[in-house]
């Protein structure tokens, strides 16, 4: 249907009346109109800009065309306000970036990460936008094209303030002027849309964003004569404390790596992870029960803070990268987050590699969680139910909403929470962090490619959506997201990849990331300050909305 043309705002009835009312003070018809553009812009996401129609938009609304136009003057100037408030959003980042006291270098490499965030989270308006002309628009959209142009010239402003910062503390080389360096950067992210679709590439937002920064800081940034060719592999973040600490104490204590050690010599090194946890809190209930997996029963453990009353339910899948990790050395952990959320946990132990290779351990999950489902007041649970894991676990819970997903199970789960997930085959990562983290700390790309070689039965299974979550070229309908990255993880650009198409495909998704953390931080609680950070950040997630 082709959309009539909207009443003209100087010579038609309703537009006299429209451009009267906007400039009144009436909130209800600023309220309504607010509401409009929302509808407008749920219905862009879905079905493009140039796919809907302003009937479309009436329709969301629930109202005619007709009044809707006394609302806006057409599809133009809901596009127009939804990506004024988009650009300047992301002014407003870019410009608390420039004022925080962080170096240049790391200003630019958030910026350019950032910028790519965005363009992927708000991909159908930001695409019409960057194929705008601002000096050749029609004549009725020319406030609205000087107003993107003082934003812009406020982006240059601030760009160009980051890079004289970077010169004059010596972090940034000038290699021509600061403005031109700008207008660079800028027009690198700008031609985004010539290249990039959030929603067919296999590499999420982030990553690339992290790539261009990379490749940007290559060129840019000052290295000491002495430091070599090396000064431009290792990132500069930081370690928390606590893991300069534990480092320390592995190094002095000769602890080995996984992947140089058996597989019984590794289970028996990770078991002792039990003496780095703080006490173990005391619940009201604490019980051992045999569950159905897909071969047989398998051993839960059923926390519940508070027996007798309905709580939400969570079916935890511990880590351990499919070879390692039990419930027991979950324990401490699992006991402190059913306190702190006031859940009722299931944590389960499904069978592990090599013994039993992909995909029996995700069976074993999927079958437990569809009769967990099915019997949540014999466990203690209400309505609600949420999958959590970490690292290898955190691969088997996405996993799991995937295969429910496809089975029209979908709804037998609220939410997913993925604390620092290993989503894909480490063989051949195309993820930076595998490089600047290969040596840890704590996890390595050496030992998580020899999880990844118990796990899977051949080259084939690596490219298994069930074994590889990030590969699956459909991740709508699965449930809210919660996803827990650790900037020094080798595992953090797919965690932050599976987020941004996560995002795309309409999941509502919310990324928590611990500077200067290590991969399995989690665990750690009586060495690790930020364990109890995330356990009391996790726990109003599971517990989901008041009801």
Not at 160 to 189: C, H, N, P
Request: net charge negative.
């Amino acid at each position: 249907m082709t959309d009539a043309a909207p009443p003209d705002a100087g010579t038609s009835s309703i537009g006299r009346r429209r451009a009267a009312a906007r400039g009144g003070s009436g909130a209800g018809y600023h309220q309504r109109r607010e509401d409009i553009i929302s509808a407008a812009a749920t219905v862009f996401r879905t079905k493009g800009y140039r796919g809907t129609s302003i009937a479309d938009v009436a329709e969301a609304v629930g109202v005619d065309r007709a009044t809707l136009y006394y609302y806006v003057g057409g599809k133009e100037e809901l596009l127009d306000e939804i990506v004024t408030d988009v650009v300047t959003a992301n002014l407003a980042v870019v410009e608390q970036i420039r004022d925080s006291d962080d170096p240049a270098p790391a200003k630019l490499a958030s910026l350019v990460t950032g910028l790519m965030r965005s363009y992927a989270e708000h991909y159908p308006f930001l695409y019409v936008y960057l194929q705008e002309n601002l000096a050749q628009v029609a004549e009725h959209r020319k406030p609205w094209a000087r107003e993107m142009r003082v934003v812009n010239r406020r982006y240059e402003v601030a760009v160009t303030a980051i890079i004289d910062q970077g010169v004059a503390e010596g972090s940034l080389r000038a290699i021509t002027t600061s403005k031109v360096l700008a207008y660079g950067l800028m027009g690198m992210v700008s031609w985004t849309h010539r290249w990039f679709s959030p929603e067919q590439s296999t590499v999420g937002a982030a990553a690339i964003g992290q790539a261009f920064a990379q490749l940007l800081l290559q060129g840019l940034e000052a290295v000491p004569p002495d430091d070599g060719p090396a000064a431009t592999a290792v990132p500069r973040a930081t370690p928390h404390p606590d893991v300069t600490r534990l480092v320390r104490q592995f190094a002095a204590q000769a602890v080995p790596t996984y992947d140089t050690v058996s597989v019984l010599h590794a289970r028996a090194l990770l078991e002792g992870v039990t003496a780095l946890q703080g006490p173990k809190v005391s619940l009201a209930q604490v019980r051992d029960v045999l569950l159905p997996g897909a071969a047989g029963l398998l051993p839960a453990r059923v926390y519940h803070p508070d027996p007798g009353q309905s709580l939400p339910l969570v079916v935890y899948l511990h880590g351990g990268g499919f070879v390692l990790g039990s419930i027991r050395a979950a324990d401490g952990p699992c006991r402190a987050l059913a306190a702190a959320s006031g859940c009722a946990i299931v944590a389960l132990e499904y069978r592990r590699a090599p013994e039993t290779k992909f995909p029996g351990p995700l069976q074993d999950c999927v079958s437990a969680v569809r009769w967990i489902a099915s019997r949540r007041e014999e466990l203690g649970g209400n309505g609600r139910l949420v999958v959590l894991g970490d690292s290898a676990g955190g691969n088997l819970a996405a996993a799991t909403a995937l295969v429910l997903r496809d089975e029209a199970h979908g709804s037998l789960l609220d939410g997913q929470v993925l604390l620092y997930p290993c989503l894909a085959p480490a063989r051949g990562s195309p993820y930076r962090s595998y490089v600047d983290r290969a040596d840890g700390p704590l996890l390595t790309r050496r030992e998580m490619e020899w999880f990844w070689d118990h796990y899977l039965r051949g080259a084939a299974d690596a490219t298994d959506p069930r074994a590889a979550p990030l590969l699956a070229a459909d991740l709508s309908g699965l449930p809210a997201t919660t996803l827990v990255v650790c900037e020094l993880d080798p595992l953090r650009d797919e965690g932050l990849a599976y987020a941004d198409r996560l995002s795309a495909a309409g999941v509502p998704t919310t990324v928590l990331s611990y500077a200067g953390a290590a991969h399995g931080f989690w665990w750690l609680d009586g060495v690790m300050e930020q364990a109890h950070e995330l356990t009391a950040a996790l726990a109003p997630i599971l517990r989901g909305p008041a009801t």
